[in-house]
């Protein structure tokens, strides 16, 4: 049996929902990914701060950043929210910091309509050596029944 990890960043609680859904259904770790400073509430301050972020290549400090004992993992599931067609800058900051060389990685991305555009391209980019899964894009928080599917499709 795999021992996984499931780190994540939500801002909004959708890609929360799907991160422990992900935990009830595989018994996995859950790591919530957070920035030490939060992101506006108000929806077009986040926009307007995320958007400026990416692409001046900016990295937030983040509350706690590596993983322990990140060796015992052999799958690890990443989840963030498409902002500006890629990652959220927390999850680009987080797969920056931790080594998943030679782990399975399995990518769940949420939008409100972005699709996965860049996402992928960018997880790949920062965390090579690396086996992807097909990755899982929803709109808002999906589906249990979407979820479960995903999941059981992997070798777990």
Same mark, same amino acid.
């Given at each position: 049996?795999?021992?996984?990890?499931?780190? %994540? %960043?939500?801002?909004?609680?959708?890609?929360?929902?799907?991160?422990?859904?992900?935990?009830?259904?595989?018994?996995?770790?859950?790591?919530?990914?957070?920035?030490?400073?939060?992101?506006?509430?108000? %929806?077009?301050?986040?926009?307007?701060?995320?958007?400026?972020?990416?692409?001046?290549?900016?990295?937030?400090?983040?509350?706690?950043?590596?993983?322990?004992?990140?060796?015992? %993992?052999?799958?690890?599931?990443?989840?963030?929210?498409?902002?500006?067609?890629?990652?959220?800058?927390?999850?680009?900051?987080?797969?920056?910091?931790?080594?998943?060389?030679?782990?399975?990685?399995?990518?769940?991305?949420?939008?409100?309509?972005?699709?996965?555009?860049?996402?992928?391209?960018?997880?790949?980019?920062?965390?090579?050596?690396?086996?992807?899964?097909?990755?899982?894009?929803?709109?808002?928080?999906?589906?249990?029944?979407?979820?479960?599917?995903?999941?059981?499709?992997?070798?777990?």
């Amino acid at each position: 049996m795999k021992k996984i990890l499931i780190a %994540y %960043y939500s801002h909004s609680g959708n890609t929360e929902k799907i991160a422990k859904e992900i935990q009830n259904k595989t018994g996995g770790t859950l790591f919530e990914i957070a920035p030490v400073d939060d992101y506006p509430k108000d %929806y077009k301050a986040c926009v307007d701060q995320a958007g400026k972020e990416i692409k001046s290549g900016f990295l937030p400090k983040l509350v706690k950043t590596k993983v322990e004992n990140i060796a015992d %993992y052999d799958l690890v599931f990443i989840g963030s929210p498409n902002w500006w067609s890629t990652i959220a800058p927390p999850v680009s900051a987080f797969l920056t910091e931790n080594d998943f060389a030679g782990k399975q990685v399995a990518a769940f991305i949420t939008h409100g309509g972005g699709g996965m555009n860049n996402t992928m391209r960018d997880i790949r980019n920062l965390c090579p050596n690396c086996e992807f899964t097909e990755p899982l894009v929803l709109s808002g928080s999906g589906s249990i029944g979407q979820i479960v599917k995903w999941i059981d499709s992997m070798d777990i």
